[in-house]
């Protein structure tokens, strides 16, 4: 209807809407909180890289048990001739093994990632109490219960899930892309920059 009420704009949108901040002193101490689990830290991205490469190694060997095994058993078989079926056999227990690898490596890190989280969340949760503690009356009367509980229960969640999940998800993409990569150009340089010049 003309000259009805203005169109809504989503919530957060707008020229006046609130935009998000990266903290830095937040950042700091989130990094000093995670540094006391260094060694785990180091075996979860030393499992990461080895599940991104097992991802890509048994995507490229696809092709290769085609093109080296399947490939010539079926040419024996139209010419007549018993197919040999032992390489091919000994290829797939091979690409088993390293999947197995791979599934190890995924499991480990989420269960570690896990536990770094749980600890990290204890530790924010110690550290909020502690502070709480020395807070004037004044800031209890003025903030209400909910929001006070909110910082222990959501604000505290979001960051185990950021710990638990994005960080590591963010280390997944980038080993994996970068695996994609030097696999692509391992298999032909023009295809990959044909590649490159389309996605861009």
């Known amino acids: 209807m003309m000259g009805g009420r203005p169109p809504m704009r989503e919530p957060g949108m707008g020229p006046g809407a609130p935009r998000a901040k990266l903290d830095k002193k937040a950042a700091s101490r989130l990094i000093k909180l995670l540094m006391q689990y260094k060694f785990r830290l180091a075996v979860v991205f030393v499992c990461i890289v080895i599940s991104a490469v097992v991802?890509?190694?048994v995507s490229s060997a696809v092709g290769t048990l085609i093109d080296s095994y399947i490939a010539p058993m079926v040419a024996d078989a139209d010419a007549g001739l018993m197919p040999n079926f032992t390489p091919l056999i000994k290829a797939i227990i091979t690409m088993g093994i390293v999947c197995l690898f791979g599934v190890a490596a995924n499991y480990i890190y989420n269960i570690i990632m896990v536990s770094v989280a749980q600890g990290t969340l204890k530790n924010v949760?110690?550290?909020?109490?502690?502070?709480m503690q020395t807070l004037p009356i004044k800031y209890f009367d003025t903030h209400s219960h909910g929001d006070i509980m909110s910082h222990y229960t959501n604000d505290a969640d979001t960051l185990r899930q950021m710990i638990s999940q994005s960080i590591p998800q963010l280390f997944n993409?980038?080993?994996?892309?970068s695996s994609v990569f030097f696999a692509m150009l391992s298999i032909s340089v023009y295809l990959t920059v044909f590649v490159l010049i389309t996605v861009f």
């Open 125 to 131: 949760r110690d550290s909020m109490f502690s502070h």
């Open 55 to 57: 991802n890509v190694m």
């Open 173 to 177: 993409s980038i080993i994996s892309i």
